[in-house]
């Protein structure tokens, strides 16, 4: 993701502070610089401008546009900066669990829009690379359960040994050019829909 490239999206019902925001972004550099002065339909909008990254000013927000806002982080999953001019600790701890990546209160001044920018963006991507390891994790711990499963029909139906029966998943396998958890998954749901009265 190229800073210079980046396109952004200030939400801010109050003009002059979405200027103040934007022309500290235009002058550290960033050139793609949207504004939306209305909260109305503002799912759709921001599906219609995409953004890379987006900043969200409220002024004095009561707990329901705070709420509705972080609905809103929930679903864009991009890179949000929230300013606000005062917060509690259970609207700070809301916002985390929202996914907001910074959470600035009573800091909008124009020359800490970019570094807060940068730190939205790094943390980010640093959530969203460990959301992806993590399922790694699960689909790679799923796929050795699938592969055990089916080792324990063969081992059963066929009198096989544990090594004998993941010999035969491995060669079927290559004989089909096909990975082995995609054996196991066929085999696992073979012998589900035979149901447990016509294995033999």
Do not use: C, W
Not at 137 to 151: D, F, M, P, T
Not at 167 to 175: C, D, E, I, S
């Amino acid at each position: 993701m190229s800073h210079s490239t980046l396109r952004i999206l200030i939400i801010d019902e109050n003009r002059i502070r979405a200027a103040i925001i934007e022309e500290g972004l235009r002058e550290a550099g960033h050139g793609e610089v949207a504004v939306l002065h209305d909260m109305t339909g503002i799912a759709r909008r921001i599906a219609e401008i995409d953004p890379d990254v987006i900043v969200i000013d409220l002024e004095n927000p009561n707990r329901d546009m705070l709420e509705s806002m972080f609905q809103l982080s929930r679903a864009v999953k991009r890179p949000i900066a929230m300013f606000v001019d005062r917060s509690d600790s259970a609207s700070i701890e809301a916002a985390i669990d929202a996914g907001v990546s910074a959470y600035v209160i009573d800091g909008l001044q124009k020359h800490r829009v970019k570094p807060i920018l940068d730190m939205a963006i790094s943390r980010f991507n640093a959530f969203s690379r460990m959301a992806r390891e993590l399922e790694e994790a699960r689909s790679e711990l799923e796929n050795r359960r699938l592969v055990e499963r089916a080792k324990g029909i063969l081992m059963k139906s066929r009198g096989l040994s544990e090594e004998e029966a993941y010999a035969l998943l491995r060669k079927t396998a290559m004989n089909q050019n096909r990975k082995i958890v995609e054996i196991a998954q066929s085999l696992v749901t073979t012998v589900g829909l035979l149901g447990p009265g016509d294995k033999s």
